[in-house]
């Protein structure tokens, strides 16, 4: 559900995005009331009865929408047993009133690309004001508080955040968030500016570079570009000791024989089947 369907509206106005440069703005100036959002709601409930999530997002940055908690009251009033899900850019989530909405939906998924405040204004291009380190702070707050599964996603950009430096300063600050899923993906749609995506073997790559025991999951449909490779035994296991893949990932990174491979060690338990908010992961056992 778009709460800015006429324009963009954003504090952001990042590189990657696939929609027009914009000014950035702390605040809407066009608004749709509480009403029209839950009639629209309503009428698409009765229609599809098989909807799993509600998901709030936005032409710009849901969390700008003034009556963001009047709304998800409004929301869970009627939705009966369809989850809620806001996207968020993260920006306004150390705001004790953003949280107070936010802790009343049923699953939350942050962006963060960036962890350190000159990427953030380079690569997300930040409204004034903005603070990577008050971004940070509020994560960890509202994680504290929050009963339901956060997810953090991380767009990476080539030449932009994809450096070792920032991927570690990343991995730091998300050991000690423990989100349930870290999401890392790439440009898929047109950005508004020249900016490039990294290729599915640099995602792979990326993902190494984080801790083990995070749960990251990479996001990508760029994967066509990747051949795949003939695996050993061990190498099948060093490689889902370092990283736990999806089947996805599997039939595209492992050739024929590789695969073979992999199911006998899945046959043999040496590789077990995880699940994290709803994606399955290969993991050594």
Do not use: W
Request: charge should be negative.
């Amino acid at each position: 559900m778009d709460l800015s369907p006429a324009k963009k509206q954003c504090n952001f106005d990042c590189l990657y995005c696939e929609l027009d440069p914009a000014k950035t703005v702390d605040k809407y100036d066009e608004i749709v009331s509480v009403e029209e959002v839950t009639s629209a709601l309503t009428t698409a409930l009765k229609e599809h009865a098989d909807i799993d999530f509600i998901t709030l997002t936005a032409n710009g940055e849901p969390t700008l929408y003034p009556h963001l908690n009047e709304l998800i009251d409004e929301i869970n009033k009627i939705k009966g047993k369809t989850k809620t899900l806001i996207l968020s850019n993260a920006s306004k989530i150390d705001d004790p009133k953003t949280q107070e909405a936010l802790l009343k939906f049923d699953e939350v998924k942050l962006s963060l690309d960036c962890a350190t405040q000159k990427c953030l204004k380079k690569l997300d291009r930040s409204h004034t004001g903005i603070d990577i380190e008050k971004i940070k702070a509020g994560m960890l707050e509202f994680k504290s508080k929050y009963k339901g599964p956060l997810v953090i996603e991380i767009l990476v950009v080539k030449t932009l955040n994809d450096s070792e430096e920032e991927i570690a300063n990343l991995d730091a600050y998300l050991l000690k968030l423990q989100p349930i899923r870290i999401d890392i993906g790439t440009i898929d749609r047109p950005p508004a500016f020249d900016v490039k995506p990294v290729s599915y073997e640099e995602l792979l790559h990326i993902s190494h570079q984080f801790d083990s025991s995070l749960p990251v999951y990479i996001a990508s449909r760029k994967k066509t570009e990747i051949r795949a490779s003939s695996y050993s035994s061990e190498q099948i296991l060093d490689t889902l000791r370092k990283r736990p893949l999806t089947l996805e990932d599997i039939e595209v990174l492992f050739d024929e024989e590789s695969q073979k491979r992999f199911n006998i060690l899945l046959k043999k338990k040496k590789i077990k089947l995880v699940e994290t908010n709803g994606v399955k992961f290969y993991k050594k056992a």
